[in-house]
């Protein structure tokens, strides 16, 4: 079954610093890989995804994500961090088998950046 | 705004009510999909349906429904309420052959 774990609760950075968002997964086949963040009282905003190619992925407000194979991870990562990034973020794998649409999720990480 | 509006944004109502949820998709996505975001279980996948029929499902208890109807809105409906029914629920849509979902704010469901 295909899954994802974000080994971290919450992460705590200082504004300028970069950020790492860990996330590993588990799949069957080739991996289909998502970042999401949600705000305050918002929805889910699509970041990026990783569905093949290169292995370092860019996306939206400067984030970028970094697949490796051998380590079964994907993590997200940001060279220099703004308070307004601090959300919590999801890390996702797309369902296999006849769920290829849906997404499972982690559990969430939690970011902080302090001024 | 990613384009999928969902209402109400709020609700509360008590134990063994019975509620439903709306969703309109983006213009143009033919998926909806259903997600109960609540404190111990996280974001997890309830239903899905493509073009008004049903198409995958995820852990969905027997008291929650859901149906897309022609003009591609959804609705979940949500009966015999229970407290920890309680959560955020978000809808999402994808078009064909997209691989990553938008999502709307969500209602806040509460049950007293």
């Known amino acids: 079954a295909q899954s994802v774990a974000q080994p971290e609760d919450q992460v705590n950075v200082a504004e300028g610093n970069p950020l790492t968002v860990k996330c590993t997964y588990s799949?069957?086949?080739?991996?289909?890989l998502f970042w999401y963040v949600q705000y305050p009282n918002r929805g889910l905003q699509f970041l990026l995804k990783y569905i093949t190619g290169d292995n370092l992925v860019k996306g939206s407000y400067g984030f970028e994500a970094e697949f490796n194979k051998s380590q079964t991870s994907f993590h997200l990562k940001k060279p220099s961090a703004l308070v307004s990034d601090s959300a919590l973020y999801f890390c996702a794998v797309r369902g296999g088998g006849g769920s290829q649409g849906n997404l499972i999720f982690g559990k969430g990480t939690k970011l902080s950046v302090k001024p | 705004d990613s384009g999928v509006t969902q209402t109400p944004k709020h609700l509360i109502t008590a134990t063994g009510q019975r509620v439903t949820l709306r969703c309109s998709p983006r213009s143009g996505d033919l998926s909806v999909y259903w997600y109960q975001q609540s404190l111990d279980q996280g974001l997890q996948f309830l239903i899905q349906y493509y073009n008004g029929e049903e198409r995958a499902k995820g852990n969905i208890l027997e008291r929650f429904s859901a149906q897309q109807f022609p003009d591609l809105h959804s609705e979940l409906n949500l009966s015999s309420l229970e407290l920890g029914d309680s959560a955020l629920y978000f809808c999402?849509?994808?078009?064909?052959?997209?691989?990553?979902?938008?999502f709307g704010q969500g209602t806040r469901l509460t049950v007293v």
């Open positions: 999402a849509s994808s078009s064909q052959g997209s691989t990553e979902a938008f």
């Open positions: 799949v069957s086949g080739n991996p289909y």
